[in-house]
């Protein structure tokens, strides 16, 4: 395998960690300790690891970690009444729900409860309409760990024509807006574009978000294109489950001149910049509280 042309997220991760640590170190010496509250509504096998990584993270990092174990029945009226209350908690600096929620709750309402201040995820309106205005807000961990690969690998972004396949509201449409206001020509196919092979030719960057084990080959890349695979997908391979991406790997890599695996790539990112998240969210928090006590009331509210 050519290693030159790997985009190593588990090392940029590290680097991302590092930061975040001394970050947190600098806080707690103003008196400032990050904290955040996660919450598990139900049993999911995949969300339970989920969680158990980002605790797990958190707790190397130095940040805080509240767990909230809810039972699948747990009413929405009770979880919006714990994100109420750690709304108003002055110690609780970010909140993440984890998606997916159960049925009976409204995934919307769960996300629009939070504090726009702590929403660690980036997933309230205020933050997404913020981000789509080019203000500096908090921005969702995934696409925000894309950016910053996509920048190590290429440098300046500005006028670069970048392909986003996928438009989710957690990874396609926040990644566009990121790569926008990183001066990127952006171009987002989808399951009902009737060109997105032919469009994705002409990427200089490409992210795949799609969710269909190695449905992009080097067929859909131009020569020289910088590929950021978000996708994991757990397969079938000859009897042993194993993790691929959206994009077909070896057939993918003579093409490219960067290119992130899977896993190993997008994933280590997400986690870290969810605590990058919390330390910002904690450090704009302090802020406010000694600016102006009350406007820091509002800002949570
Ligand atoms: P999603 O199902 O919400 O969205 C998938 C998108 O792909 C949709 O917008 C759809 O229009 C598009 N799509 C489907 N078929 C298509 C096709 N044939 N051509 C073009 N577009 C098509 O998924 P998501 O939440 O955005 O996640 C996408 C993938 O990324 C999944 O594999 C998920 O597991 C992974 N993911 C990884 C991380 C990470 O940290 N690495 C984080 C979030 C999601």
């Excluded at 500096?136 to 760990?145: D, N, R």
């Excluded at 392909?163 to 989710?168: D, L």
């Excluded at 807006?177 to 009737?194: D, E, F, I, P, Y």
């Excluded at 991406?245 to 910049?273: C, E, K, Y």
Aim: with cysteine.
């Amino acid at each position: 395998m050519n290693s030159a042309k790997l985009i190593d997220g588990k090392a940029a991760a590290q680097r991302v960690l590092t930061q975040v640590r001394a970050d947190v170190e600098q806080l707690k010496a103003e008196g400032i300790a990050p904290a955040l509250a996660v919450i598990l509504v139900g049993q999911d096998p995949a969300s339970q690891v989920y969680v158990r990584n980002k605790i797990l993270r958190a707790e190397e990092a130095g940040i805080r970690s509240l767990e909230y174990r809810l039972s699948a029945q747990t009413s929405q009226h009770t979880l919006l009444t714990l994100i109420a209350e750690l709304n108003a908690d002055a110690a609780v600096s970010g909140i993440l729900v984890q998606l997916p929620l159960p049925a009976h709750i409204e995934e919307t309402r769960a996300l629009q409860a939070i504090a726009p201040g702590k929403d660690v995820d980036g997933f309230h309106s205020d933050n997404v309409g913020g981000l789509s205005q080019g203000r500096a807000v908090l921005t969702p961990c995934t696409p925000s760990g894309c950016l910053q690969l996509l920048e190590e690998a290429c440098g300046d972004l500005s006028g670069k024509h970048a392909v986003v396949i996928g438009r989710s509201n957690i990874v396609g449409k926040p990644m566009a807006a990121l790569l926008l206001k990183a001066h990127c020509s952006v171009t987002v196919v989808h399951s009902r574009s009737t060109d997105a092979k032919a469009l994705c030719q002409l990427a200089d960057i490409v992210v795949a978000a799609v969710g269909r084990p190695r449905m992009i080959d080097a067929s859909w890349l131009k020569p020289g294109a910088v590929v950021i695979d978000v996708g994991i997908n757990r397969i079938d391979d000859n009897g042993r489950s194993r993790l691929v991406g959206d994009v077909d790997f070896d057939s993918a890599l003579p093409q490219v001149s960067a290119i992130t695996p899977v896993p190993g790539g997008v994933g280590p990112m997400t986690i870290a910049f969810l605590m990058k998240n919390t330390v910002t969210a904690a450090r704009q928090q302090a802020h406010a509280q000694r600016s102006s006590p009350e406007a820091a009331c509002r800002s949570i509210s």
